[in-house]
């Protein structure tokens, strides 16, 4: 991610970060072939995360923007804007595997990222 960050700041250009939304990982990870099950435990295992790692992208992604010091230089959608509630959204937001955006879903994404630019664009 910092890779990618320093590349588009040293472009010119405004990196604008969708932070890791809610979504059924446990259902995700069921659904998955045996191999690939494996494959999981062994990231998991490398990488010392659990399942469900959300938050912990969340948290890294948010020390890495402290720590390089990307606070004015790229946006962040938090999840929360538009995934506040995952318990509640999931059957108005996702597809049944818990995953994946239906048609409500990313029209809700949509505006977001739209009010975001809009924001953007009145702030620069």
Known sequence: MDGIIQFLI???IHPI???IPDYDIQKA???????RKMLRHISMFITGTPIDCK??????LNELIQEKDYKNKVSVIRYKSWNNN???DQEQ???????HLNAKGYDVLDSI????????????
């Open 10 to 12: 040293a472009n010119h």
């Open 17 to 19: 970060i969708l932070e």
């Open 29 to 35: 990870f069921e659904n998955q072939t045996p191999s």
């Open 55 to 60: 938050q912990l992208f969340r948290n890294s």
């Open 86 to 88: 995952y318990v509640d």
């Open 93 to 99: 937001l996702y597809q049944y595997d818990g995953m």
């Open 113 to 124: 990222i739209a009010n975001h630019l809009a924001d953007l664009s009145h702030t620069e």
